[in-house]
């Protein structure tokens, strides 16, 4: 079954990729839709954003990446993707999460959102957490896959 992994992944994190990698173990075809976010100012062109996603999951044969912008549930219904996965790191994030959830369904019933709770190890992650240790020279190797650290030690210079 088809799952789509939609984000900004701004940057990838090595939450995103275990979120990633489980999914596609469960589900067998995950397509990571990398959002163009015109109300956001990105940190990486969406061209860098994919190149470092296709990059990290090099070795996952079922996992393709694409870009959207607009609506989940419509790039979902376009890519004939039944199922939205969405990620929990803490109860803070449900909250939100549940309201996106139920936003979508009532755009299109024939979506289904799935959650996964992140591994107990990345719950702490988030993409601006990452990139504001990384603006202060702080270690990251332990939060992104090696491009990303590379592309934001570059950025950050």
Same mark, same amino acid.
């Given at each position: 079954?088809?799952?789509?992994?939609?984000?900004?992944?701004?940057?990838?994190? &090595?939450?995103?990729?275990?979120?990633?990698?489980?999914?596609?173990?469960?589900?067998?075809?995950?397509?990571?839709g990398?959002?163009?976010?015109?109300?956001?100012?990105?940190?990486?062109?969406?061209?860098?954003?994919?190149?470092?996603?296709e990059?990290?999951?090099?070795?996952?044969r079922?996992v393709?990446?694409? $870009?959207?912008?607009?609506l989940?549930?419509?790039?979902?219904?376009?890519?004939?993707?039944k199922?939205?996965?969405?990620?929990?790191?803490?109860? $803070?994030?449900?909250?939100?999460?549940?309201?996106?959830s139920?936003t979508?369904?009532?755009?299109?019933?024939?979506?289904?959102?799935?959650?996964?709770?992140?591994?107990? &190890?990345?719950s702490?992650l988030? $993409? $601006?957490?990452?990139?504001?240790?990384?603006k202060?020279?702080?270690?990251?190797?332990?939060?992104?896959p090696?491009?990303?650290?590379?592309?934001?030690?570059?950025?950050?210079?």
């Amino acid at each position: 079954m088809k799952i789509l992994y939609p984000g900004t992944f701004d940057p990838l994190t &090595n939450g995103h990729l275990d979120l990633i990698e489980r999914a596609e173990m469960i589900f067998g075809e995950v397509i990571v839709g990398v959002l163009e976010n015109t109300t956001k100012k990105p940190t990486f062109t969406l061209e860098k954003r994919i190149n470092q996603i296709e990059n990290s999951v090099i070795k996952l044969r079922n996992v393709k990446v694409v $870009s959207f912008h607009g609506l989940t549930v419509d790039c979902a219904k376009n890519l004939n993707a039944k199922l939205i996965l969405r990620g929990l790191r803490a109860m $803070s994030d449900f909250e939100y999460e549940l309201q996106i959830s139920h936003t979508n369904r009532s755009l299109n019933k024939d979506i289904e959102t799935i959650f996964l709770s992140t591994d107990t &190890n990345f719950s702490f992650l988030s $993409s $601006s957490l990452v990139k504001e240790v990384a603006k202060f020279n702080g270690e990251i190797k332990h939060m992104v896959p090696p491009i990303v650290e590379k592309d934001l030690k570059n950025f950050y210079r």
